[in-house]
């Protein structure tokens, strides 16, 4: 029998169970172990509470969940209940799935000013994050600057500028809801340092910003590049590029039937944050592309802005013991082998890049991984081993079918239309369990 702890149960540490079990069938016992009593990582938290077809990935997780020799340890997290090298005494493998769970920092004077927030926490705000519940943005004020050039970016600015009317279906949790419609935001603008020909972003998400019932996006026509050099683009970027194009061809007159604008603003790198306590104001220099890089030209403007969104990219939080790439923000690995018996599968391994489906080849591939390097079968305890340390530590620990109690109990609280009104904090989570 091989033991394998995963650590992780977003996408990654799901895969990466699937893939165990086409590997040893009934020969291998998995525990997904999870800091939060909830499962799916940023499927629940991370996936737009308006974009449920995504969530739907979660039912074949579900499959993999519910099979006899797969265990959800909830509530359990790792480097702080239980040590990476206590879980590698147990299991004969550890797969670190955790995740890149912290923003980027921008870096620039006035980042810490109140107001400035970056995406994992705006964005664990409005899907219910234990951790962000408490965030608290104030949207009082007329104007937004969300900072970044990808499908985050675009998630940010949606929720920003949709009405009541547009969130129903979804599961955005009730304290951001509240809060977003009495917003008093009227422009928000997308600003990145590089042009349309450098964004990240992908043609339906682009899309959906021109189907916005008090919002019209707009792409200054000077900032688009010739479109003869559209050709040489990728096609998924060809198109979004296209989006960008008829964003720039709405007309004046169209623009100003809406109340709220979503502009976006190319070719600026954010310089400095100013304000006094809360942030009013950000000072942008202009950039020209040399090479594909983004190169400051000196000229420099101030736009006024009372809320600030970085989408710039996320980071792995380290645990202690396990070696850590400072410069990456993930853990150091070789194609998510850390050393023999410990790996690491997903945004913890390669970053914050991808699909979800990208996470799919990584977990089959760290598995077979596991397969090279561990040919005979070992006298490891396992989850029996866990369950005793569990039991010495009084541990707390959440179970898939605790799990399903609490998924039930939120689907019972939720509003009209709604497929669920998420918990927010864990004692609820817990509770609604018992
Ligand atoms: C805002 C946002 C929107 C996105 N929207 C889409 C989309 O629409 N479509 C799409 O294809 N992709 C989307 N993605 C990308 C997708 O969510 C990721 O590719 C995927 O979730 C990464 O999977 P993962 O398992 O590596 O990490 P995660 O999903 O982050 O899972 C990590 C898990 O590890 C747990 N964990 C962390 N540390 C510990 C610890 N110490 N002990 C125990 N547990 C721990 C966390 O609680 C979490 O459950 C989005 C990403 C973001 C940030």
């Known amino acids: 029998m091989l033991h394998i702890a995963i650590i992780g149960s977003g996408p990654a540490g ?34 737009a509470p308006d974009h449920q077809s995504i969530k739907g990935v979660v039912r074949r997780y579900e499959q993999t969940a519910l099979s006899e020799n797969v265990r959800f340890v909830g509530n359990v997290k790792v480097g702080q209940d239980v040590s990476v090298d206590e879980l590698l005494t147990l299991y004969d493998a550890v797969v670190l799935a955790t995740g890149a769970p912290r923003d980027r920092q921008l870096g620039i004077p006035g980042d810490h000013l109140g ?41 940010v600015a949606r929720i920003l500028a949709k009405t009541g009317d547009e969130f129903a279906g979804s599961d955005i949790v009730k304290h951001a809801l509240d809060r977003l419609m009495a917003s008093n935001i ?10 349309p020909h450098q964004i990240m972003m992908t043609p339906k998400e682009l899309g959906e910003l021109g189907h916005l019932s008090r919002a019209t996006p707009w792409v200054d ?11 040489l683009l990728e096609p998924g970027i060809r198109k979004s590029v296209t989006q960008l194009r008829s964003f720039a061809a709405i007309s004046e007159s169209r623009r100003a039937e809406l109340p709220l604008e979503i502009e976006f603003d190319f070719f600026a790198s954010p310089r400095a944050l100013l304000g006094t306590g809360k942030v009013e104001a950000l000072e942008v220099e202009r950039t020209r592309i ?17 809320l600030i969104v970085s989408c710039i990219g996320y980071q792995t939080t380290p645990i202690a013991g396990v070696p850590f790439d400072e410069r990456a923000g993930r853990f150091a690995n070789d194609e998510g082998r850390i050393l023999t018996g410990l790996y690491c599968v997903g945004w913890a391994r390669r970053g914050p890049s991808g699909t979800i489906g990208t996470n799919r080849p990584d977990g089959f591939g760290v598995v077979e991984m596991i397969a090279e390097d561990i040919t005979s079968a070992s006298s490891k305890q396992g989850g029996r081993g866990f369950d005793a340390l569990a039991g010495a530590r009084k541990l707390n620990v959440v179970t898939f079918q605790d799990w399903k109690k609490i998924e039930v109990a939120e689907a019972s609280r939720a509003r009209d239309g709604a497929p669920r009104e998420k918990f927010v904090d864990v004692a609820e989570m817990i509770h609604a369990r018992d």
């Open 14 to 47: 799901y895969y990466t169970a699937e893939a165990a079990q086409k590997q040893w069938g009934d020969n291998v016992r998995v525990d997904i172990f999870d800091m939060l009593p909830v499962p799916y990582g940023l499927i629940r938290f991370g996936v």
């Open 115 to 155: 107001n400035v927030h970056g995406s994992a926490a705006f964005v664990g705000w409005y899907n219910g994050h234990p951790e962000f519940t408490a965030l608290d943005p104030d949207l009082s004020g007329h104007t937004a600057v969300v900072i970044g050039m990808g499908n985050v970016a675009l998630d």
């Open 186 to 195: 009227r422009r928000i603008i997308i600003l990145g340092r590089r042009g």
């Open 221 to 231: 026509p000077r900032d688009l590049p010739d479109q003869a050099d559209d050709a």
């Open 290 to 306: 040399e090479a594909g890089r983004a190169i400051g030209t000196g000229e420099s403007y101030l736009i006024q802005a009372s």
